[in-house]
């Protein structure tokens, strides 16, 4: 409906922003030579805010930010829906990322490559959430003055894409295709 009548809209995960993730994508477009990857980020399975999709966003948007949109598939491993653990592995074609969602609210990223590795991480306590929260709002305002979306429509949706393909992974027990 938004994109039919032209609506503006931003928003998604603040974990976007998170120091490091940028520079891992930038080394992937510039070096290439990607072996894999692995993500961490706290979840919440059980809640009466969505189950699944209450805080499981934030990890996608890092894997999306470091790198890149092009997932091809994703295959979900939950053997308990009543704990706080879920583990994916996203196909981004030549390489896989692991996502590791746990009872634990700190984040990680880690990119393997033939030229060595680069880490990203934020530490509960210790990371300027409150500093990525204004980095969302001034891309809120800045839609609003320009009246131009900071992600296209396509990059907006593709997080809620992949969440619908992991919850039906972990459910079929199947690899599901992004489309």
């Not at 477009?29 to 980020?41: K, R, S, T, W």
């Not at 992949?162 to 919850?167: E, K, V």
Request: net charge negative; with cysteine; proline share 2%.
């Amino acid at each position: 409906v938004a994109k039919e009548s032209g609506a503006l809209f931003c928003g998604g995960s603040i974990l976007r922003f998170m120091e490091g993730l940028e520079d891992m994508h930038k080394f992937i477009l510039e070096n290439g030579e990607v072996v894999g990857g692995d993500i961490a980020a706290p979840i919440n399975m059980v809640n009466d805010h969505g189950g699944f999709f209450f805080y499981s966003q934030h990890l996608i948007e890092m894997m999306l930010t470091a790198f890149g949109e092009d997932i091809k598939s994703v295959k979900a491993y939950c053997p308990d829906e009543t704990k706080n653990r879920l583990t994916i592995i996203a196909n981004y074609g030549d390489y896989d990322v692991t996502g590791h969602y746990s009872d634990c609210y700190d984040y990680a990223c880690t990119l393997y490559s033939k030229k060595g590795f680069k880490q990203a991480k934020a530490i509960v306590g210790e990371y300027d959430f409150l500093k990525h929260s204004a980095d969302l709002l001034d891309e809120f305002v800045k839609m609003v003055n320009t009246k131009t979306m900071p992600l296209s429509f396509e990059r907006q949706i593709l997080p809620v894409k992949i969440l619908n393909a992991i919850y039906d992974s972990y459910k079929t027990g199947k690899e599901v295709e992004i489309k």
